[in-house]
């Protein structure tokens, strides 16, 4: 999946506005013009499309926990490093912390989404990468917990 579709299907599921999105950069530090916005929610084939980039995508999962859970003084700044990928297990665990999801809500939404997965396949999805049972987390999963939040939180 792109950073963009990421983008695009959390808007959407989350039923936030474009006011909201840019409040949400804002919260995380990172000042976005409308412009720029709308560039990165058009499909490819639209004239003006702009890929979305890894640090824009992970300002914007920052500032939704902020927005979502409050600042905390206990929390290290996310690394910014330039050439730094973001990886579909970055984006599943911020997503779990910013909706303040237990493993079985998450294994509910998936289920919404039909996908089964076991508590200890979920698990590892969350463990850090480099140790032993760290699997990590495909287009596929990522796309149907997506589609799982979207009938959540809009049907």
Same mark, same amino acid.
């Given at each position: 999946?792109?950073?963009?579709?990421?983008?695009?299907?959390?808007?959407?599921?989350?039923?936030?506005?474009?006011?909201?999105?840019?409040?949400?950069?804002?919260?995380?530090?990172?000042?976005?013009?409308?412009?720029?916005?709308?560039?990165?929610?058009?499909?490819?084939?639209?004239?003006?499309?702009?890929?979305?980039?890894?640090?824009?995508?992970?300002?914007?999962?920052?500032?939704?926990?902020?927005?979502?859970?409050? @600042?905390?003084?206990?929390?290290?700044?996310?690394?910014?490093?330039? /050439?730094?990928?973001?990886?579909?297990?970055?984006?599943?665990?911020?997503?779990?912390?910013?909706?303040?999801?237990?493993?079985?809500?998450?294994? *509910?939404?998936?289920?919404?989404?039909?996908?089964?997965?076991?508590?200890?396949?979920?698990?590892?999805?969350?463990?850090?990468?480099?140790? *032993?049972?760290?699997?990590?987390? /495909?287009?596929?999963?990522?796309?149907?917990?997506?589609?799982?939040?979207?009938? @959540?939180?809009?049907?």
């Amino acid at each position: 999946m792109t950073n963009n579709d990421v983008l695009r299907r959390l808007r959407y599921a989350l039923n936030i506005t474009d006011n909201k999105v840019l409040e949400i950069f804002k919260l995380a530090g990172y000042e976005m013009a409308r412009p720029e916005l709308e560039s990165i929610f058009k499909k490819e084939e639209e004239e003006g499309y702009a890929e979305c980039a890894d640090l824009v995508l992970d300002r914007f999962l920052e500032g939704l926990v902020i927005n979502r859970r409050g @600042k905390s003084e206990h929390a290290k700044p996310a690394d910014a490093s330039p /050439g730094r990928r973001i990886t579909n297990n970055e984006i599943l665990k911020r997503l779990r912390i910013a909706l303040q999801l237990r493993d079985e809500d998450i294994m *509910a939404i998936l289920a919404l989404a039909g996908v089964q997965l076991s508590k200890s396949e979920l698990s590892a999805l969350f463990r850090r990468e480099g140790q *032993a049972n760290y699997r990590p987390c /495909g287009d596929q999963v990522l796309r149907n917990f997506l589609v799982g939040l979207t009938t @959540k939180y809009r049907v």
